[in-house]
């Protein structure tokens, strides 16, 4: 049995962490994993600036579930890089957290806050919401990322596990959906976005509760969109295959050594065994498709999802 973490691990009480704008905190790079040139699988990441111009959310204000790290980071980045000002959420080092906020204000010009609240639990994310509409006194993007996995036989799968998952990858949007609709409704715009998965439309052995919750989200992906159909507000789900990832790149060196096989091999044969083009989605792709569904270019877009896997999903 393998346990595989997908978003940032959350825990403790939601508190803002106010932004820090020391320049020497920004020297470092944050958790941004750039592919090797050598190896025809990864890709060269985007530069943000490609998206659309840095006005197209100017005055917006984001929340992302699960943002410290990974796609969830990546989808963060690319809405402060289109003007929108971010709430970032997740567990992590507060140094590192500290520098990822203090290098977005820097490079983005917007303003970044932090909560560290457990979208596993309901009360949790209330708060986390309220300090959001205290803060900005709006909410108009909510990204729905968070996640985690475990791999496990159905008769083999611990409950707890179960539980976690669903709480996390599921329950989670349903409280930050229920408690933002008030908010952008009186705001008379909303953009709902939930990172679902190529397992939102199909399945895999060993993966139930990953599975179950993914495609719990996308079913209410088209309940949110009906609801609020005439309100300006739009729900879409992203469903990404393989992203390459700092964690995605620590499977590729775990799976070479355990079977004996070249990296090359564990990619195309292993990871990617499932995505006709051969090669993994990057987080500035899911970022940039974010920006797009947030702006009002995506406003007559709701209630899809949208498969981002490489063709996995049309076999």
């Known amino acids: 049995m393998m346990e595989m973490p997908l978003g940032s691990e959350l825990d403790s009480e939601p508190v803002f962490h106010e932004p820090t704008r020391d320049a020497h905190l920004c020297s470092r790079a944050v958790s941004a994993f750039a592919p090797t040139t050598k190896d ?38 690319a809405l402060a890089a289109a003007g929108s000002a971010v709430v970032l959420n997740g567990f992590g080092k507060p140094e590192d957290i500290v520098e990822t906020r203090a290098r977005m204000i820097s490079e983005f010009h917007v303003e970044v806050l932090h909560s560290p609240a457990d979208v596993s639990s309901g009360p949790s994310v209330a708060k986390m919401m309220a300090a959001t509409l205290e803060a900005f006194g709006r909410l108009d993007v909510l990204v729905n990322n968070a996640g985690i996995q475990h791999v496990a036989p159905l008769d083999q799968f611990p409950p707890e596990k179960w539980d976690a998952i669903l709480a996390i990858n599921l329950s989670s949007a349903f409280h930050t959906t229920r408690l933002a609709l008030p908010a952008m409704r009186a705001n008379k715009f909303g953009r709902i976005i939930n990172i679902a998965s190529a397992h939102g439309l199909v399945a895999s052995p060993f993966k139930a509760a990953y599975v179950a919750a993914k495609h719990g989200i996308v079913g209410l992906t088209k309940v949110t969109a009906l609801e609020a159909a005439e309100e300006n507000i739009t729900c879409n789900a992203i469903c990404p295959g393989y992203v390459y990832t700092p964690l995605v790149e620590a499977q590729i060196e775990d799976q070479a050594k355990a079977h004996g096989i070249p990296r090359e091999q564990v990619i195309r044969d292993v990871l990617l065994a499932q995505q006709p083009n051969k090669r993994f989605a990057t987080v500035e792709e899911l970022g940039a498709l974010s920006v797009f569904l947030a702006s009002d270019a995506a406003a007559s877009i709701t209630g899809t999802a949208l498969p981002v896997d490489g063709g996995w999903t049309a076999h």
Do not use: D
């Not at 998206?51 to 969830?72: D, F, N, R």
């Open 40 to 77: 025809q699988f990864m890709n060269m990441h985007a530069p943000l600036a490609g998206i659309s111009g840095a006005a197209l959310l100017e005055g917006k204000v984001s929340l992302v579930t699960g943002s410290t790290s990974g796609i969830g980071l990546g989808i963060a980045r």
